[in-house]
């Protein structure tokens, strides 16, 4: 099984402690193929992030993993558990925190959290200790009895977080977790997950914010029910962009000459629109250099480095 299809840039380190093996993955519903052919694995320890559009097949493939759906064909195994039981073993080690806010506005914190043991079967012993190492890992300062629905977005999200910890899962999987919430509380969530995997958690999240996914460990890039790319972010910007690239600013002039001109220029892997500024990859230095002076003097030129926008840009842009 690959565990990158980034060209020369295996991790033998990533075969070993794997708590999550996929290969030949497929979920079909009626005729229509979610997931399709993919193959991947996880290491303890791990931020794996999934990252695509709506519909990729990112969410499908996280249900699947936490013995919601069963595959259609493949190999699965989750915690060294398969889908022998129906996925009910895998259940039993798995936390997953989905897109919708899925706690009950109308009740308290403390009600929330009771009704979560009460799903996993805890002990009311277990559980309140479990609850109070899950509010000093993650700060959350706000009484048992405040009503769900008073409370921020961003903590609303640790709290769901909390109950989807609190029968202390050995991997956690977060579907687009962040969505919806302030910067500062999206800041302090990726803060929460770090601690999650600092005492040796592994963490599987969904986001199609590319700062985020900047902070994955690993990311597979999905498009069409299929991993097209799958690395760390670094490796994945240079396979996408072996040579150099350059932001164009042509400063609130007609862009349309100098773009068409680029677009012809010798050595050009990729041309997009960044807000009012454009970047341009080349195959080498010397051939963006020779395509760049030859534009207008009054555009401004920098030289940058590819992000993961201008990565997903290139390889899943337009497709889907």
Known sequence: MNDTVVPGRG????????????????????????????????????????LGANGAGKTTTIRMLCGL?????????????????????????VGY??????????????????????????PAAAAE??????????????????????????????????????????????DEP??????????RFWGLIRRITAVGKTVIVTTHYMDEAEQCGRIALMRAGRIIALGSPDEL???AFPGPMAEVDFQGSDPAAPIERLRKA?????????????????????????ALSALPVSVRVRKIKPSLEDVFIRLAGGAQ
Do not use: C
Request: net charge negative.
């Open 11 to 50: 991790d033998k380190g990533l075969l070993r402690n794997r708590v999550v093996e996929v290969e030949n993955l497929t979920i079909r519903f009626g005729d229509f193929t979610a997931v399709d052919g993919v193959s991947f694995s996880v290491r303890k320890g791990e931020i794996f992030g999934f």
């Open 69 to 93: 759906l069963a595959p259609t064909s493949g190999v699965v195994r989750v915690g060294g558990l398969d889908f022998d039981d129906g996925g009910n073993g895998i259940k039993s080690i």
């Open 97 to 122: 925190m989905s897109q919708k806010f899925t706690l009950y506005d109308d009740l308290t914190v403390g009600e929330n959290l009771d009704f979560a043991a009460g799903l996993r079967k805890l």
């Open 129 to 174: 200790k479990r609850r109070a190492e899950l509010f000093g890992m993650t700060g959350f300062d706000r009484p048992l009895t405040a009503k769900v629905s008073d409370l921020p977005g961003g903590i609303k999200q640790e709290l769901a977080l909390a109950a989807a910890m609190l029968h202390d899962p050995e991997i956690v999987f977060l």
């Open 178 to 187: 962040t969505s919806g919430v302030s910067p500062a509380a999206r800041a």
């Open 237 to 239: 910007k240079d396979s």
């Open 266 to 290: 010798p050595g050009l892997l990729a041309l997009s629109p960044h807000g009012m500024r454009w970047h341009a990859a080349f195959s080498e230095g010397a051939l963006m250099d020779a």
